[in-house]
């Protein structure tokens, strides 16, 4: 298992860039089984989780591939023929938004069975949502043996009132309502950018989804839709990620292809600290402060602080000169980088969903372990401002959400490197 090796050396100076965003991405392959002939997806990240949703397409029939050389970034997806409407426990097990496919196949091939995700190490996550919205078009649900067994011949328009704030579930029933017969209406939708650009996908595929966006979104069906050739949005939270690891250290900062609309109560927060922020040359430049202020987090749903900073906040906040609360409301169990953000020295208390962080003058390198995709960057963050070496063992988690985040940094003068394990 490959390890991280980062030592604190200073200010972050210089420019990078945002790769294509994995939480665009990912559905966006999944609405290729919507339609018949070849789909060209650009600038896609090279991501772990965005080769396992290829895998799983090629598994089901589709001819799923990523071009080589100067062409990296952009991925196939040819659609057609026999397809065996499947996502086997093995793969699913390993990313859970392989249930993406669930609207998809049902509402193109009438059938699906897809494996229950499970849990995963930030909650139990479960599904119902995105069952209930199924149900409500039309589909015939069955749960065995640890599988979704999904059938509909027809899905039909329906009124779909989710009962909390699901971003895949709301991208899996905008989907399957696509080709259901007649109107749908999801209320209670989640508004992230993410929710908002499959939307502006399937409409450029043939559908007719307004509201994507906000918490209603309609969708008047359609007999069937085309391929589509389309560009990724850059990645809000490698985004937030790289501004922050800028600001623990006091550096300075262009961001290139970031897109402020998409971070607002991020940058809001750094603000607060005490960053400078401006949009600059299509991307977002920063400068931390010489001594960071305290800021309370409360995590909510777009547009609100975006649990997936969660952990990069509160790393950024170990240092600053107070104290700051920061409470977690998506997920139950997002607190795993609390223990080895202690091992170097930070100060955190933790009380349900609620973390009281104690800024401390410095943080000492020490051998920690990532636990989930954030929180690996949580303490790579960490590490950039620590005195002497911080090494992050347990590195896939990282490389499912961050194209080789550790070049990115080096790049800024970061002295970090991998090490083959
Ligand atoms: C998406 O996960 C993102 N993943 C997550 O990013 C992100 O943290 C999350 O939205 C919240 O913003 C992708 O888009 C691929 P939810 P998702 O359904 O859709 C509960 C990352 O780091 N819930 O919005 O799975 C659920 O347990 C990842 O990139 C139900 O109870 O999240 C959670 O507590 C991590 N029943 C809350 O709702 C359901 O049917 C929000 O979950 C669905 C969800």
Redesign the pocket.
């Known amino acids: 298992m490959d390890r991280i090796l980062v030592n604190g050396n200073g200010p972050l100076k210089g420019v990078t860039h945002a790769s294509g965003a994995?939480?665009a991405a990912?559905?966006i392959l999944a609405a290729s089984l919507l339609a018949d002939g070849e789909h060209t997806f650009r600038n896609v990240p090279e991501l772990v989780?965005v080769r396992t949703m290829l895998r799983l397409l090629a598994q089901m029939g589709c001819e799923a591939e990523r071009l080589e050389g100067k062409k990296k970034h952009v991925c196939q997806v040819k659609v057609g023929g026999a397809l065996t409407p499947e996502a086997p426990y093995e793969l699913v097990k390993t990313m859970?938004?392989s249930v993406?496919v669930l609207g998809p196949l049902v509402a193109r091939y009438g059938r699906a069975r897809v494996s229950l995700p499970g849990g995963c190490a930030?909650?139990?996550?479960?599904?119902?949502?995105?069952?209930?919205g199924l149900k409500a078009l039309g589909a015939e649900i069955e749960l065995a043996e640890g599988y979704v067994e999904a059938r509909a011949k027809q899905l039909k328009g329906a009124v779909v009132a989710f009962d909390?704030?699901?971003?895949?579930?709301t991208?899996n029933l905008m989907m399957a309502a696509a080709l259901a017969k007649g109107r749908t209406v999801l209320e209670n939708a989640?508004r992230?950018p993410?929710v908002e650009e499959l939307a502006k996908v399937l409409n450029k595929m043939g559908a007719r989804i307004t509201g994507a966006g906000s918490s209603e979104i309609t969708i008047e069906g359609v007999p069937g839709l085309h391929p589509v050739d389309h560009a990724i949005i850059p990645d809000r939270?490698e985004t937030g990620t790289l501004l922050v690891a800028a600001a623990i250290t006091g550096g300075e900062v262009l961001v290139q292809n970031a897109v402020p609309e998409h971070l607002e109560a991020l940058l809001l927060k750094l603000r607060e600290t005490g960053c400078r922020i401006e949009a600059r040359d299509g991307g977002l430049w920063v400068k931390g402060p010489a001594k960071l202020s305290p800021v309370n987090i409360k995590t909510l749903?777009?547009p609100g602080f975006?649990?997936?900073m969660q952990a990069q906040l509160m790393a950024l906040m170990t240092v600053a000169e107070g104290t700051s609360i920061i409470s977690e409301h998506?997920?139950?169990n997002r607190f795993m980088h609390v223990a080895e953000l202690r091992r170097m020295g930070a100060d955190i208390s933790v009380e349900g969903p609620t973390a009281v962080v104690k800024g401390v003058k410095g943080l000492s390198g020490a051998p920690v372990m990532a636990t989930?995709?954030?929180a690996s960057a949580s303490l790579i963050v960490a590490g950039l401002r620590a005195e002497g070496r911080t090494e992050v063992s347990r590195v896939y988690h990282l490389d499912r959400?961050y194209e080789r985040l550790e070049k990115k940094l080096r790049a800024l003068g970061a002295d970090i490197r991998r090490v083959k394990g």
Do not use: S, Y
């Open positions: 994995k939480n990912l559905p989780d859970r938004a993406l930030i909650g139990a996550r479960p599904i119902d949502q995105h069952l209930k909390l704030v699901t971003v895949t579930g991208e989640a992230e993410e939270i749903e777009h975006p649990t997936d998506i997920f139950e989930d995709l954030r959400g």
